[in-house]
Structure formats: C-alpha cells, structure tokens
C-alpha cells in the first residue's frame, strides 16, 4: 500500500519500545508494518540530528514544544498500540512539511524494476567455491565455475 493517498487516513498510534510507549504519528501501512513519524520533546536525536519543531502541540491541552523526527522509519504493526491516539491533531501547517518529508522520501527511494534480480554479496564459502544452496557441501568444479562465469 505505501504511504496514505489522504491526509484524514494518517493517525497517531503508540509506538512501543524497550523504554515505554512513545507518541508516532502513522503516515502509511505495508503488508505488516506502519511507516511513521516519531514524536518528542527533545530539539536533537542524538548529537548532530536536529528534529523540526511544530507550530503546534498535537497533544489537546498540552502547551509545551514538541517536535517530529525528519527521517521516516518502519516498523511492524505489533510495536503498535491498537487504540488510535483521539486527542492528538496535527496541525495543517506540520502536515504540510510531512507532506515535503514523504515526496522527498519518494524521490530519493532507490527502486528497482519489478523483473529485475537482486543480486546479493556471496559468502565466503561461495567465494571459495562450495554451492550456494546450505544443504549442499560439495565442493563445485572448475569447469562448473568456467560455464557459470565465476
């Protein structure tokens, strides 16, 4: 599915993680798993990476500063809460910027065409010369690698 057609099908949901449960703001689903925003408090995640500060509190009531990661992460639904968030609203003006976040997210993403093979590194007994498949251990030919190209 990817990332939601309409802004009214984005939500809030909490994330859970080895340090409790955190506010995300959920942008767009896949087979298994949500792609989201991360909300906090904090102006930086770690040293260097600043987070954007919104307009607007999404939590009704709360006056304090909050603000929205930039990078756009995933994780399966079961990290999730299953009740939506109901007093979080993003404000027009943030969603304006997660907008810019997903079309820039979507002109950077590396796609490959859907016939095309991906070609993965080998291993080192691959290297070596053994077959790719575990199950067999057998050591494979030279003139097996000379037809094969490898």
């Known amino acids: 599915m990817g990332f939601c057609k309409d802004r009214r099908m984005r939500h809030f949901r909490g994330h859970r993680t080895k340090n409790g449960v955190h506010p995300s703001y959920i942008i ?65 003006v943030d969603d304006e910027y997660v907008d810019a976040l997903i079309s820039k997210r979507k002109r950077n993403k590396k796609r490959l065409p859907a016939r095309t093979l991906r070609f993965r590194r080998h291993t080192h007994r691959e290297r070596q010369g053994y077959c790719a498949l575990p199950s067999l251990k057998v050591k494979v030919s030279a003139a097996a690698h000379a037809l094969g190209g490898r």
Do not use: C, W
Request: hydrophobic fraction near 20%; charge should be positive; aromatic fraction near 10%.
């Open 28 to 92: 767009g689903a896949r087979r298994g798993s949500y792609l989201y925003l991360g909300l906090t408090h904090k102006k930086t995640k770690g040293r260097k990476h600043k987070n954007h500060a919104l307009s607007k509190n999404q939590k009704a009531g709360d006056g304090s500063v909050a603000y929205i990661r930039k990078k756009i992460e995933e994780d399966r639904k079961t990290a999730f809460t299953k009740e939506r968030y109901s007093n979080y609203r993003m404000s027009p």
